[in-house]
């Protein structure tokens, strides 16, 4: 969930409107009301006190700070995963079409190629995906050489610890030397979100 954009309700959020339910309602007791209205005798229906409407209460919800202390605890859980495997993992940001893929591609063709001044001997790189529905970056990666996997976030503009963190289970981590999570596209949130990384990088496109 997001504080800072609109893809989810996150923040200060505030409850109005809540009587207190005790002084809504009271009783009139002492004499019998099934008499009918025109009844001899009478009595006196009248009160010292007035009828005001019942107070209400403002409640303030500390839920964005409640939120990322859930997101901080799996991304400690991601990052001793990672140190255990002696994983370098880096988080990459960017606006969109920045060129984040493209990028990475290329890290991958290079950690491929025979050429022995540009290939680093025996290095393995994963790549974790992030994108609201499209699969198609992740299936680039792997036409490239990388080990990449797709996570679609539907409306959520940023990726969150737990996201990575079900991901992981389909890598071998002890395999790899680099992980790289593309993050989604967007330069608003997702640098909120602690995944467990080492190394954030920004790319920054210029025209």
Not at 10 to 33: C, F, N, R
Not at 185 to 198: H, R, T
């Amino acid at each position: 969930m997001c504080q800072d954009c609109g893809c989810a309700e996150v923040g200060t959020v505030e409850i109005h409107g809540m009587p207190d339910k005790h002084s809504a309602s009271h009783q009139h007791l002492g004499h019998d009301q099934a008499h009918p209205p025109d009844h001899a005798h009478g009595h006196d229906h009248s009160h010292d006190h007035t009828h005001s409407l019942p107070p209400t209460h403002s409640h303030t919800l500390a839920v964005h700070e409640r939120i990322l202390s859930k997101n901080d605890r799996f991304a400690a859980n991601n990052r001793a995963q990672f140190q255990q495997h002696g994983l370098l993992v880096m988080n990459m940001l960017s606006s969109p079409g920045a060129g984040k893929t493209s990028v990475i591609e290329r890290m991958a063709q290079d950690f491929r190629t025979n050429d022995p001044v540009i290939r680093a001997s025996s290095l393995e790189l994963g790549v974790i995906v992030g994108d609201l529905a499209t699969e198609n970056d992740a299936v680039r990666l792997r036409q490239a050489g990388a080990l990449a996997l797709q996570i679609t976030t539907g409306d959520a503009c940023h990726l969150e610890a737990d996201m990575v963190g079900q991901a992981l289970s389909h890598f071998d981590l002890s395999q790899l030397d680099l992980l790289i999570i593309e993050n989604v596209g967007n330069l608003v949130c997702p640098a909120s979100y602690d995944l467990g990384e080492a190394v954030r990088v920004v790319l920054l496109a210029l025209p």
